[in-house]
């Protein structure tokens, strides 16, 4: 049971990381625009996240990823963190939280 607690509380404190990185086109942070697919911990304390981008010409694609794979890493009890890039599915709109429709006045 405590390893089930550990890997909640990693993933918990993985989300909370993601949404104080912000998309620096929208104002609205990467968690609740929906570009975040997958999070998955391993029994070593791994962190594998599968995202996206909002458009695949995104001109900082390369310092965002890096910029989640190292605060996703500095997460205390974190051995690894890896990020892939993927666009299958392509984002859209349907992909924000409700929190990221009313911020950007879409409700």
């Not at 909640?8 to 086109?25: A, C, G, N, Y």
């Not at 609205?28 to 791994?46: C, E, R």
């Not at 594998?48 to 605060?71: F, G, H, R, Y």
Request: charge should be negative; include cysteine; glycine fraction near 2%.
């Amino acid at each position: 049971m405590a390893e089930v607690n550990n890997f909640l509380q990693i993933e918990t404190e993985v989300v909370q990381v993601l949404k104080s990185i912000f998309d620096p086109e929208i104002p609205v942070n990467i968690y609740d625009l929906g570009l975040i697919y997958a999070i998955d911990v391993d029994d070593n304390n791994k962190v594998e996240i599968t995202m996206t981008l909002t458009t695949p010409n995104c001109p900082v694609a390369d310092s965002l990823l890096l910029d989640v794979q190292e605060k996703v890493k500095a997460i205390d009890g974190v051995t690894e963190a890896k990020v892939n890039l993927t666009f299958d599915p392509p984002w859209d709109e349907s992909n924000l939280t409700d929190e990221a429709r009313l911020d950007l006045g879409l409700m």
